[in-house]
């Protein structure tokens, strides 16, 4: 049971290029989630997932893509990297939305 | 709309004193509240939750926090902390029929031996 699984761990783009990071969980959760974490910001919601084949936007969804076409994937994409989404990028996901979320160890993103 | 508020950005303490990490949410409906920690270089993991029932709850590793309705607080408490204690902590919440968790800005804890 691997949990929350990210990739890649590290990542470094040029201005205006696109790329998806991948997120995948083998607890069978419906409920998944893709936070940013900014210093001094906390974690912010990018977008969430209820199962499979719904997605919503969450608090800070600009220049980001998802889908859930499985329940154990929710890869998140970037449609064309700016500076200002250097960041940490957190996958999480939970049985229900009350649940206990599990987190994944993150990618650190540097958009040059 | 549910929101919350850490009431400090950092906490400076030493090995063994006890600590208080301050939360304050603010929701029109019923709260789900949380506790997250993250270690250095690490994702994030539940320390403790409420629900309902008792509004004190005792997580992992001898952390327990308070739910208060009527101060609308979720304050974090340990009576003696550890250098392994060193850490990232948030606070979370969700309501009655929310869709997403709204996280605080954190609260660094640094212990000095």
């Known amino acids: 049971n691997a949990g929350v699984t990210q990739t890649p761990k590290f990542q470094v783009l040029k201005t205006g290029q696109s790329m998806t990071l991948q997120c995948a969980q083998d607890m069978n959760h419906e409920y998944m989630s893709w936070y940013r974490q900014d210093p001094g910001m906390g974690l912010r919601l990018i977008h969430y997932?209820?199962?499979?084949?719904?997605?919503d936007q969450g608090e800070v969804p600009n220049g980001y893509n998802v889908s859930r076409s499985t329940t154990e994937d929710f890869p998140l994409r970037l449609l064309s990297a700016a500076p200002s989404q250097t960041s940490v990028y957190f996958c999480?996901?939970?049985?229900?939305?009350?649940?206990?979320?599990?987190f994944g160890p993150g990618t650190r993103l540097l958009v040059l | 709309a549910q929101s919350v508020t850490q009431l400090d950005s950092q906490v400076p303490v030493f090995e063994e004193a006890p600590v208080e990490l301050r939360c304050n949410y603010s929701s029109s409906v019923s709260v789900y509240l949380f506790w997250y920690v993250q270690y250095p270089n690490q994702g994030l993991q539940l320390l403790l939750k409420?629900?309902?029932?008792?509004?004190l709850v005792k997580g992992i590793n001898g952390f327990e926090a308070e739910f208060n309705k009527s101060q609308t607080s979720f304050h974090l408490r340990k009576p003696s902390v550890h250098i392994s204690d060193t850490a990232e902590y948030f606070c979370a919440v969700t309501g009655q029929g929310a869709q997403k968790l709204v996280f605080g800005q954190g609260t660094r804890l640094t212990i000095n031996p």
């Open positions: 997932s209820v199962g499979a084949g719904i997605t």
């Open positions: 409420y629900l309902s029932g008792s509004t």
């Open positions: 999480a996901s939970s049985p229900r939305r009350r649940e206990t979320q599990y």
